[in-house]
């Protein structure tokens, strides 16, 4: 993301501004690049959120890898790790491999906000499409991706094991 940490308004609406994000809560909420010091958390919102969550070792890899995009948002003054959205850019395409938020965080447009990060700098890095999947079942996470200009572009058979379910790759065009 650069040197400067973006902010975006939280509430009914979002509004990428310029350095962090106001949540319904009233907390200040900063985004910034993950570092090793973080997994920790990371890890324990991962496995609050996802029935085969990804280890704290998949999330230093993705540390180490220098085309990725590992923000986290940070709560208060206290740093509270409150959510984390994990993209990747390869040329012209780019793909968001993971986003979660804190149980107790959840339904404040923070995992918008997170969205909005990661394809704003997508789009910076030269991305013209972004790809996900989602569990066929993640209503909330379609409803949420729905609202960022994806659309289901095919459907990939067994793809989630754990329970094992069909995975839903949707697309959208990163100027959106």
């Given at each position: 993301m650069g040197s400067g940490a973006r902010q975006a308004i939280i509430g009914r609406s979002v509004s990428v501004a310029s350095t962090g994000v106001k949540e319904n809560s009233g907390d200040l909420i900063t985004f910034r690049e993950a570092t090793a010091e973080d997994l920790v958390c990371v890890a324990e919102i991962?496995?609050?959120?996802?029935a085969d969550p990804w280890s704290a070792h998949e999330f230093e890899s993705v540390l180490q890898l220098g085309h990725t995009i590992f923000l986290v948002a940070e709560a208060g003054n206290a740093g509270e790790i409150a959510g984390y959205v994990v993209a990747m850019a390869v040329l012209d395409e780019a793909e968001?491999?993971?986003?979660?938020v804190s149980p107790e965080r959840r339904r404040a447009g923070l995992g918008g906000?997170?969205?909005?990060?990661?394809?704003?700098?997508?789009?910076?890095?030269?991305?013209q499409s972004v790809y996900l999947e989602v569990r066929v079942s993640n209503t909330a996470a379609r409803s949420l991706y729905a609202s960022r200009g994806f659309v289901e572009l095919s459907r990939r058979k067994d793809y989630y094991r754990s329970p094992v379910e069909d995975a839903l790759v949707m697309r959208r065009a990163a100027n959106g």
């Amino acid at each position: 993301m650069g040197s400067g940490a973006r902010q975006a308004i939280i509430g009914r609406s979002v509004s990428v501004a310029s350095t962090g994000v106001k949540e319904n809560s009233g907390d200040l909420i900063t985004f910034r690049e993950a570092t090793a010091e973080d997994l920790v958390c990371v890890a324990e919102i991962e496995k609050a959120s996802f029935a085969d969550p990804w280890s704290a070792h998949e999330f230093e890899s993705v540390l180490q890898l220098g085309h990725t995009i590992f923000l986290v948002a940070e709560a208060g003054n206290a740093g509270e790790i409150a959510g984390y959205v994990v993209a990747m850019a390869v040329l012209d395409e780019a793909e968001i491999l993971n986003v979660a938020v804190s149980p107790e965080r959840r339904r404040a447009g923070l995992g918008g906000a997170l969205m909005d990060a990661a394809l704003s700098e997508l789009k910076r890095r030269g991305a013209q499409s972004v790809y996900l999947e989602v569990r066929v079942s993640n209503t909330a996470a379609r409803s949420l991706y729905a609202s960022r200009g994806f659309v289901e572009l095919s459907r990939r058979k067994d793809y989630y094991r754990s329970p094992v379910e069909d995975a839903l790759v949707m697309r959208r065009a990163a100027n959106g």
